[in-house]
Nanobody, 116 residues
Framework: EVQLVESGGGLVQPGGSLRLSCVAS????????MSWIRQAPGKGLEWVSG????????DYAESMKGRFTISRDNAKNTLYLQMNSLKSEDTAVYYC?????????RGQGTQVTVSS
């Protein structure tokens, strides 16, 4: 059974930083591309970033480029998202998901709130 458990969310002021983590189990993590997606209040799912199996290629939604960094540690079955220069519009529930896109199985999410 695929399990994805996100953590690291919280309340942060505009301009601040957070690092999200996602621990994966139930499948061979190193064999799967992974993504971060998010859902803001009252909005649909939005793809944030993706990373290939060995981390050799990453991509970001336009509004996240230069602020967010996706990475992974295959030895720890863990996916990360470093988020810097956070804005109020980044407020959302963040999910890690299987695959390089918004449609794969995802975890329960972690809430990120950017507010002063």
């Amino acid at each position: 059974e695929v399990q994805l458990v996100e953590s690291g969310g919280g309340l942060v002021q505009p301009g601040g930083s957070l690092r999200l983590s996602c621990v994966a189990s139930g499948f061979t993590f190193e064999d799967r591309a992974m993504s971060w997606i998010r859902q803001a209040p009252g909005k649909g799912l939005e793809w944030v970033s993706g990373i290939t199996q060995n981390g050799g290629f990453t991509d970001y939604a336009e509004s996240m480029k230069g602020r967010f960094t996706i990475s992974r540690d295959n030895a720890k079955n863990t996916l990360y998202l470093q988020m810097n220069s956070l804005k109020s519009e980044d407020t959302a529930v963040y999910y890690c998901a299987l695959g390089f896109g918004p449609s794969g199985a995802r975890g329960q999410g972690t809430q990120v709130t950017v507010s002063s």
